[in-house]
């Protein structure tokens, strides 16, 4: 069984992590990365820095939500506040929401209104196979009470610094809705019978949201759409929108992965009057395949989260590093019928996705543990956004909360970050700086799966500069090998560098609510003088230098 199907219905031996302080090294250099401060590339949107938010399992409910009736757990209007404040720290350039497969199924009426009088319905995933032994399944991750709606879900993106995008109903929904949310949502104070409905609710402004999502896996839970009947169901969608003189941007539902013809077929079919009205092409890839492609079997084939041999560690990564090409693949194909690219690239789900056992509770569904290999992962997949600066406009991890490649775990009064929150809180210093092209010489890694030759590439990197200030982030994939690096910057002198490293002495660490800060980052500030930094990475580390340069 295939994604598309699904969605229709050891340990190796590590060798602790070399201390990671800058220093002269006195062996020859394993790996060389060139930064050229001359060839500067793209701005970095901050909307690749975004998230996702799905009516999934304790994404909402109980991870975000958890109501503002109650005492036990800190709340900003009933948003968990811990979470809040952590999640500010990143600057998170938007929010996806409210799903996934769910928004296919939403109806954005039934979240406004009095909370105590919204309907509860059945939710997208009540039937998940994947759902954990012991789970309640007639609580809120089952049976939709609708309490976080349309304004709770802006005051989140409020108070955290975010754009909002939502994703609307395509497979179930007709086209008025999606105008009529856009209603609610942007038209002025007073105007509309649904502005006014909007103020009721507690948000009399505008909520001015730009970004709107035409369907969800448009080829799947979306509808299992042809691509020719997506592309004309696109066009019809966004025909007519009222703009309240906010400049509302598309986003079309494009492939999963490497559907190449997903592409090719419905840019031939969007014509004109679709590529005029769409801003981005979304394409979801998740990096699941533990058996290294060669049992693809949607629900076999993923492995243990916190469980893993050293290939299974490697496939893991060789999916995630697989979005490159994806990225240029999808690039090229747009451009047979959107030479100037116009439309670019919203890669609106991302992430690891292992096989279900390592919830954090059991309503949790699709939680899984979060270790120093998805921290890797999402350096090596943020490191590929930041290179393709000027095709990919947005991006968003799945999901925030609780759910698949999180960056919080939230239950009750508990409270924990992930690997991947540090990730993203060093990644951050990326945002609007311009791309810089940097050149990485080291060999590949190499390793076996089932006896066959398999191989991934030695580092992962990226720059980027603002103002005075160059970002290199970088990442040893190696499960047992630190690298010794020169970071060679040519075009400027540097002056004051800090490094943060995020490493552990086993690639199985992670935090839990027991052990919140097993996995932290460490910050080291060094004045240095010189066109060349030398530094061991350690082995399954993600890096972060920022250098002032003079
Ligand atoms: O993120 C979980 C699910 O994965 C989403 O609902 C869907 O869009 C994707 O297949």
């Known amino acids: 069984m295939n994604r598309r199907q699904f969605l229709g219905t050891s340990t190796a031996s590590l060798v602790a992590a070399a201390h990671p302080l800058l220093s002269r090294q006195t062996s020859s250099p394993d790996a060389r990365i060139e930064i050229l401060l001359d060839e500067p590339g793209a701005t970095i949107a901050p909307e690749i820095y975004g998230h996702f938010v799905e009516h999934l399992g304790g994404t909402v409910y109980d991870?975000?939500?958890?109501?503002?009736?109650?005492?036990?757990?800190?709340?900003?209007?009933?948003?968990?506040?811990?979470?809040?404040?952590?999640?500010?720290?990143?600057?998170?350039?938007?929010?996806?929401?409210?799903?996934?497969?769910?928004?296919?199924?939403?109806?954005?009426?039934?979240?406004?209104?009095?909370?105590?009088?919204?309907?509860?319905?059945?939710?997208?995933?009540?039937?998940?196979?994947?759902?954990?032994?012991?789970?309640?399944?007639?609580?809120p991750q089952a049976y939709e009470p609708n309490t976080f709606g349309t304004v709770e879900f802006a005051r989140f993106c409020e108070q955290v610094g975010a754009q909002p995008y939502f994703a609307a109903n395509v497979r179930s929904l007709p086209a008025q809705q999606l105008f009529q949310w856009i209603e609610y949502c942007n038209s002025p104070t007073g105007s509309t019978s649904l502005a006014e409905q909007r103020a009721a609710d507690g948000h009399p402004d505008p909520l001015n949201v730009k970004l709107w999502g035409v369907g969800n896996e448009s080829w799947g839970c979306g509808g299992n759409f042809e691509p020719e009947d997506y592309a004309a169901e696109f066009r019809r969608y966004t025909a007519w929108t009222p703009s309240y003189g906010v400049k509302t941007a598309f986003i079309g539902s494009g492939p999963n992965d490497d559907s190449f013809a997903w592409t090719r077929r419905a840019f031939a079919k969007l014509g004109h009057s679709g590529l005029d009205n769409m801003f981005g092409w979304a394409m979801h890839h998740y990096a699941w395949n533990a058996s290294a492609h060669s049992h693809p079997e949607w629900y076999t084939s993923k492995g243990d989260a916190l469980k893993f041999d050293a290939s299974q560690y490697y496939s893991i990564l060789r999916d995630a590093g697989d979005m490159d090409r994806l990225i240029r693949t999808h690039w090229d194909v747009m451009a047979e019928s959107d030479p100037t690219h116009k439309v670019k690239l919203v890669v609106d789900e991302w992430g690891a996705w292992h096989a279900s056992g390592t919830e954090p509770f059991p309503e949790a569904l699709l939680g899984q543990q979060s270790t120093m290999r998805d921290a890797v992962v999402a350096g090596i997949t943020l490191d590929t956004f930041n290179r393709h600066a000027e095709k990919v406009a947005m991006a968003s991890v799945a999901q925030l909360v609780n759910d698949l490649q999180s960056l919080f775990f939230a239950h009750e009064n508990r409270f924990c970050l992930t690997p991947t929150y540090h990730v993203f809180a060093m990644y951050a210093a990326h945002q609007t700086g311009r791309s810089i092209r940097s050149v990485v010489s080291t060999p590949d890694i190499h390793y076996t799966f089932d006896d066959r030759p398999a191989a991934i590439p030695g580092l992962s990197s990226s720059s980027s500069l603002k103002g005075a200030t160059l970002t290199v982030t970088v990442t040893n994939p190696s499960i047992d090998t630190a690298k010794v690096s020169e970071i060679a910057i040519r075009g400027g002198r540097t002056q004051h560098i800090s490094a943060t490293v995020l490493a552990a002495p086993n690639v199985h660490a992670h935090n839990s609510f027991e052990n919140p800060s097993s996995v932290e980052p460490n910050t080291t500030t060094l004045t240095a003088a010189g066109p060349v930094i030398e530094h061991t990475f350690p082995p399954a580390s993600v890096t972060k230098f920022e250098v002032t340069i003079g």
């Open 63 to 139: 991870g975000i939500w958890v109501g503002d009736n109650q005492t036990a757990i800190p709340h900003i209007n009933g948003l968990r506040k811990e979470l809040v404040e952590a999640l500010r720290k990143v600057k998170p350039g938007m929010i996806r929401w409210p799903g996934g497969c769910f928004a296919d199924q939403y109806d954005w009426r039934d979240g406004v209104g009095p909370r105590n009088k919204r309907p509860r319905r059945t939710n997208f995933w009540v039937d998940a196979q994947e759902w954990p032994a012991g789970a309640n399944r007639r609580g």
